[in-house]
């Protein structure tokens, strides 16, 4: 998803494809969001280590290759929005919402229900990043979810 405005901050970080890995992505994400003023025990905050922790074990359980690590990248938006990015090595494994019945893999369904948006594009030159966006305060996160024409993207429109 192409942003056309200057970003107001951004963070990146190459982590290991462990779960102490994807703890450390969630610890340094509301750190860095700390950093950029919002309050630590805000809702948005909360709903971004979510969605960061999700992501995260996601890349680390379907995504990962021997030897290779996962990034997280953040990006406070000029709307006051945070996109969130997690590149994996994994491209050919796209996520999926699980439906209900399935045991596990709910995490894209918390993720769903956080973010104003999420979808996944390609990571040349064979991975993927999944990225999603916490709507600032101001804005509402109620939107409806929908697919677009590219078979990589997914988002919901705010």
Known sequence: MPQTA???????????????????????????????????ESERAEA??????????NAITHGRLPGRGFRLGLTLLPTARLRIEVTDPRGERLP??????????????????????WG???????????????????QKSTAAFGASEEPWERSRVC
Do not use: C, M
């Open 120 to 138: 996944v594009r390609p990571y040349p030159p064979s991975g993927k990043t999944v990225w999603a966006e916490i709507a600032s305060a101001r």
């Open 96 to 117: 999926a919402v699980s439906s209900v019945a399935d045991e596990g893999g709910r995490g894209l369904v918390i993720v769903d229900a956080l973010a104003a948006g």
């Open 48 to 57: 971004a280590a979510l969605v960061v922790a999700e992501l995260a074990a």
């Open 6 to 40: 200057t970003p107001v901050g951004q963070f990146t970080q190459l982590l290991s494809a462990t779960r102490r890995g994807a703890r450390l992505a969630r610890l340094l994400a509301v750190e860095q969001i700390a950093q950029w003023g919002w309050p630590r």
